[in-house]
């Protein structure tokens, strides 16, 4: 069987996912992908018929025992000094991030 | 008997009954973890030592000074003649996937290793409100993604305490360790695909996965949203409903929890099975599992061992008066793996783009010319591959190009899968089950190291425990003797959406047939050392 998630496809995902592997993770994380699709491949010979809908939510979620919405109540967190200083960078109350890159539209 | 040994409903009447202080349960719990534990996990705690090799390791983070705060509160309230909660003084654990404010709560991974939380999950502040005073924060699986612990980014990763050799299972397998070795008479766990059923099984204590929505998922750090459950941890059903009490209804900061009015799960417990229909499964008693070098699938009977428990569960529970069906079918059994390699990785990598080292967490020390490359060094060094996996997979099979032939199809197999079990309870069909009764794993609790690193294996563990979070329905797992290595055997019950306190009924009525038999009285190898004192 041919792997479905080359190289190529693979170099690709990581860029999307943004994340950085070294070549040995990578290695041993693309073949895993490649055997979990094996896996997956058993769901194209379940016959599924029109009509079987989507299930996102195993038990029916109906409006019947779902909370209603509750207010947009604004509370202030007591602590935003200690929100922030869980931050890795910051200044004068601001995150600090590294340049972020700009695309012009055309 | 140790007071560490008792369970959480003695201990919360003896409190009561003034014979035991909340103190004197904190203290004993402290020396059992002082004993058996070892040392917590840690990043970068390197491999295991032989000592490590004798020890449990079931926590990340003991907090003794807030468990002794919380037990000194509760020990004035008695003195003051104050109702000091129904769980009050009673010792738990928290998988270290829920806030718990001002604690380090690390889901396992190196990205949150420092990350401090700044307020309390539901199900833990509804504990702590019960009067129950938490221990500390156990480990799991990095995020939970994982059957055994080992992919904890916190070494040693927990043992089981039956024997030392073995994983506990996982993802909750902290938990699991901590209530199995007498360190905590509680725990609480989480269930996506079994991370409660499962560890409880291999560690011989009770797990209950509640309906989807029953229980709160606020303050949880979320791997798949449509499937996650938080739910308790015992060393038996009484102590399990006592915990869903406590934890169970709706919360206004959680809007998938339903508003179905909570029962006293207590107070039907000791009614027995008389008139209950429980139906066995064909399906439940074989696996089917991927053949990766030629692409076929393999399906194998689980081993007799197993298989027998639950038959002679039936064989009891009949004598006490329940109706056993058999011969349900559950035709999309085999299927809840590869609809949750697909549906659970598309949620995951969903909920893992929050982290990137801007605003909390671990960010790359190295120097980044840009934003973009600051969040791939950062996620890169701060996930384990277990997420990693979890991403990339999602990404692909919700690309717009497979879409439909992955994630689309799999949420169509979910369907079917919830169909089975909606055929198998609905009141007017052939089966009418108020239960179905079940092995809950293909095996026993393997070796360390044995399937660790392969990851389609690993998840083909939660065979049995999978479609029922699929389906959101409610399920227990708990223990039923020992396999010929002395390793403990799990069965499940599994019925309809909101029925608990049918499964616990079930559950408590098995027990009550079973609690004389010897392999009630063997004590895990982890507590040896501790009673030769």
């Known amino acids: 069987m041919s792997e479905a998630i080359t190289p190529e496809v693979f170099n690709h995902l990581v860029e999307l996912a943004a994340l950085a592997l070294d070549p040995q993770e990578a290695e041993y994380v693309r073949k895993q992908l490649n055997n979990q699709l094996k896996a997956i491949h058993e769901l194209e010979a379940i016959p599924l018929e029109g009509d079987i809908a989507a299930t996102s939510h195993g038990v029916p979620y109906t409006a019947a025992i779902s909370p209603a919405p509750r207010e947009d109540v604004w509370l202030p967190y007591p602590d935003p000094k200690g929100i922030l200083a869980q931050a890795p960078d910051t200044s004068d109350s601001y995150i600090v991030v590294p340049d972020i890159p700009h695309t012009t539209l055309e | ?533």
């Open chain 2, 1 to 533: 008997m140790e007071l560490s040994d008792l369970s959480a409903h003695e201990l919360a009447l003896y409190l009561r009954q003034r014979r035991i202080s909340a103190v004197e349960i904190l203290d004993a719990c402290l020396k059992r973890i002082e004993a058996v534990d070892g040392r917590p996990g840690t990043l970068d705690g390197g491999p295991p030592t032989p000592e490590d090799e004798q020890k449990v390791h079931a926590f990340i983070t003991l907090t003794p000074e807030r468990a002794r705060a919380q037990a000194e509160a509760v020990d004035r309230k008695i003195a003051a003649g104050e109702d000091p909660g129904p769980l009050a003084g009673v010792p738990f654990t928290v998988k270290d996937i829920f806030c718990v404010e001002g604690t380090p709560s690390t889901a396992a991974s190196r990205i949150l290793a420092n990350f401090r939380a700044p307020y309390t999950a539901t199900p833990v502040a509804r504990m702590e409100a019960a009067g129950a005073v938490m221990l500390g924060k156990v480990n799991l699986d990095e995020f939970t993604y994982g059957s055994s612990n080992e992919s904890s980014a916190f070494q040693p990763s927990p043992r089981n305490p039956w024997k030392l050799d073995r994983v506990p299972g996982g993802s909750s397998g902290g938990s699991t360790a901590s209530v199995a070795a007498g360190e905590a008479p509680l725990s609480i766990g989480t269930d996506t695909a079994g991370s409660i059923r499962q560890p409880a099984a291999f560690c011989g204590v009770v797990g209950m996965k509640p309906t989807y929505g029953r229980v709160s998922r606020y303050g949880l750090i979320a791997f798949a949203s449509s499937l996650d459950c938080p739910g308790p941890v015992a060393r038996n059903i009484t102590d399990a409903a006592l915990m869903m009490n406590a934890i169970a209804g709706a919360d206004p900061h959680d809007s998938t929890a339903a508003t179905v009015p909570v029962p006293d799960y207590l107070a039907a417990l000791e009614q027995g099975v008389k008139g209950l229909r429980i139906g066995l499964s064909p399906d439940y008693f074989r696996i089917t599992y991927p053949n990766l070098q030629n692409g076929t699938f393999e399906t194998q009977p689980l081993p007799r061992e197993i298989e027998e428990s639950v038959r002679r569960a039936a064989d009891l529970l009949k004598a006490m008066g329940a109706e056993i069906v058999e011969g349900v079918p559950m035709p999309n059994t085999r299927f809840g793996i590869p609809a949750y390699f697909v549906i659970s990785r598309v949620e995951a990598a969903s909920n893992l783009h929050r982290f990137d080292g801007v605003k909390y967490g671990y960010r790359t020390p190295e120097p980044m010319t840009d934003l973009r490359a600051m969040y791939r060094h950062s996620r890169g060094q701060g996930f384990g591959p277990q997420p990693k996996l979890r991403i990339l997979m999602g990404m692909y099979v919700s690309a717009a190009q497979y879409s439909e032939q992955y994630y689309n199809r799999a949420l169509r197999v979910r369907t079917l899968i919830r169909q089975d079990f909606d055929r198998a309870f609905d009141p007017q069909g052939p089966y009418r089950l108020n239960a179905l009764l079940t092995p809950t794993t293909p095996t026993t609790a393997f070796k360390m190291a044995a399937l660790y690193g392969d990851s389609v294996l690993m998840q083909y563990a939660d065979q049995l425990t999978v479609p029922a979070n699929h389906a959101g329905v409610p399920g227990v797992s708990l223990p039923a003797g020992l396999d010929g290595e002395g390793l403990p055997i799990g069965i499940q019950l599994l019925g309809p959406d909101y029925s608990e306190d049918v499964l616990l009924r079930i559950g408590r009525a098995y027990e009550e047939a079973t609690e004389t038999e010897p392999w009630r009285r063997i004590r895990p190898e982890a507590m040896a050392s501790f009673d030769e004192r």
